[in-house]
């Protein structure tokens, strides 16, 4: 017999060890299903005819690729008929959409970001899928907005799909954080790692240097000195990466430590920074939590931010307990 877990096994066993319900599994499971599919498109490429701008725009006034349409509508109807779900609500639309009325609805919510890093879509760089999922408060057949309106620590489950050299889905349902790769032969999601556990301390930072100049000042005296290295306040020497997906970013993090920042910058002071609360910032949060890491504003737990709409922006410090720490500790002392 194979000592291989599948994806299938993993959620059962969870299922048993009353994680989750039957619905969760299930609503895993196809969302799970729906990446592999956006897997396949993207493994594609050119030849597929998936690169290249969609010539839209979403909610945000950020132009569409073909691809964020395609993972958009990959998820939307992977999950329209599975009977686990009261309403869906992504990056890429304007508004939440509820369950059409030909299919029975369940008690969950899911949040997504279909296609992250969508800059690298069309340069053969790692991209990916994020996703939250949260109880639906009231009543199932009218669901608002105003349902998904919930901090992040009411999340039931969070995960991401890495579209990179290997596809790999990371999942938590409040118990740990655990990696899954997709088998391509065998088309299934395989358990490769339990427990992922992010080193409290770091090396190692990821941030876009080039929007320095427009960083509160905390955020800038924190960077100059990482980059003094050994001889400064820090004592030790930093590494930069950023490969400007949060998917893969997160996914070196998870893997070997580092802390991950997209700070406010007064570019366009009206944005509290680049990154989505609900369909990027919460999922990752709770992922980097329940690997030991820790998740904030530059001020507090992000977890904890009570949101005000579906397609508010936050700043973003997760990673590396220790160095999540020390960046919060700029901030709050110069308040
Ligand atoms: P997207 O969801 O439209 O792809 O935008 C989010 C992405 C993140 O994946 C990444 O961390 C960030 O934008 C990169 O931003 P920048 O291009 O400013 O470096
Ligand atoms: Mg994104």
Same mark, same amino acid.
């Given at each position: 017999?194979?000592?291989?877990?599948?994806?299938?096994?993993?959620?059962?066993?969870?299922?048993?060890?009353?994680?989750?319900?039957?619905?969760?599994?299930?609503?895993?499971?196809? &969302?799970?299903?729906?990446?592999? !599919?956006?897997?396949?498109? /993207? @493994?594609? #490429?050119?030849?597929?005819?998936? =690169?290249?701008?969609?010539?839209?725009?979403?909610?945000?006034?950020?132009?569409?690729?073909?691809?964020?349409?395609?993972?958009?509508?990959?998820?939307?109807?992977?999950?329209?008929?599975?009977?686990?779900?009261?309403?869906?609500?992504?990056?890429?639309?304007?508004?939440?959409?509820?369950?059409?009325?030909?299919?029975?609805?369940?008690?969950?919510?899911?949040?997504?970001?279909?296609?992250?890093?969508?800059?690298?879509?069309?340069?053969?760089?790692?991209?990916?899928?994020?996703?939250?999922?949260?109880?639906?408060?009231?009543?199932?057949?009218?669901?608002?907005?105003?349902?998904?309106?919930?901090?992040?620590?009411?999340?039931?489950?969070?995960?991401?799909? &890495?579209?990179?050299?290997?596809? !790999?889905?990371?999942?938590? /349902? @409040?118990? #740990?954080?655990?990696?899954?790769? =997709?088998?391509?032969?065998?088309?299934?999601?395989?358990?490769?790692?339990?427990?992922?556990?992010?080193?409290?301390?770091?090396?190692?930072?990821?941030?876009?240097?080039?929007?320095?100049?427009?960083?509160?000042?905390?955020?800038?005296?924190?960077?100059?000195?990482?980059?003094?290295?050994?001889?400064?306040?820090?004592?030790?020497?930093?590494?930069?990466?950023?490969?400007?997906?949060?998917?893969?970013?997160?996914?070196?993090?998870?893997?070997?430590?580092?802390?991950?920042?997209?700070?406010?910058?007064?570019?366009?002071?009206?944005?509290?920074?680049?990154?989505?609360?609900?369909?990027?910032?919460?999922?990752?949060?709770?992922?980097?939590?329940?690997?030991?890491?820790?998740?904030?504003?530059?001020?507090?737990?992000?977890?904890?931010?009570?949101?005000?709409?579906?397609?508010?922006?936050?700043?973003?410090?997760?990673?590396?307990?220790?160095?999540?720490?020390?960046?919060?500790?700029?901030?709050?002392?110069?308040?």
């Amino acid at each position: 017999m194979s000592q291989h877990v599948s994806l299938t096994r993993f959620l059962i066993e969870e299922e048993r060890a009353d994680h989750i319900n039957a619905d969760l599994r299930l609503l895993i499971e196809v &969302v799970a299903r729906a990446c592999k !599919t956006i897997s396949v498109a /993207v @493994g594609k #490429g050119a030849l597929g005819g998936i =690169l290249g701008d969609a010539g839209t725009g979403n909610i945000q006034g950020e132009a569409q690729k073909k691809l964020d349409v395609i993972a958009n509508e990959v998820l939307l109807e992977a999950n329209a008929w599975g009977g686990h779900l009261a309403a869906c609500a992504s990056e890429e639309m304007d508004d939440p959409y509820p369950i059409p009325d030909a299919f029975p609805r369940g008690n969950f919510l899911l949040l997504f970001d279909p296609l992250d890093g969508s800059s690298n879509i069309d340069v053969n760089v790692s991209i990916g899928t994020i996703f939250s999922v949260l109880k639906c408060p009231g009543d199932v057949q009218c669901v608002d907005t105003q349902a998904f309106l919930q901090p992040g620590s009411s999340q039931v489950a969070a995960g991401y799909c &890495v579209y990179g050299p290997a596809t !790999t889905l990371i999942l938590t /349902v @409040g118990h #740990g954080t655990h990696q899954f790769t =997709l088998d391509r032969e065998q088309g299934s999601f395989v358990l490769t790692q339990r427990d992922m556990r992010i080193p409290e301390e770091t090396q190692e930072f990821a941030i876009n240097m080039s929007n320095k100049r427009h960083w509160e000042a905390p955020m800038q005296a924190y960077i100059d000195d990482l980059l003094i290295g050994k001889e400064g306040p820090r004592g030790k020497n930093f590494n930069m990466r950023w490969i400007a997906s949060m998917v893969a970013d997160v996914h070196r993090i998870l893997t070997r430590g580092g802390v991950f920042i997209y700070p406010w910058d007064k570019k366009d002071p009206n944005k509290p920074g680049k990154l989505r609360l609900m369909y990027e910032a919460n999922p990752m949060s709770f992922l980097v939590e329940q690997a030991g890491g820790a998740s904030t504003n530059g001020r507090s737990r992000i977890m904890d931010i009570p949101p005000t709409e579906l397609h508010q922006r936050v700043p973003v410090f997760l990673g590396s307990k220790k160095e999540v720490e020390a960046v919060t500790d700029y901030h709050r002392k110069a308040d």
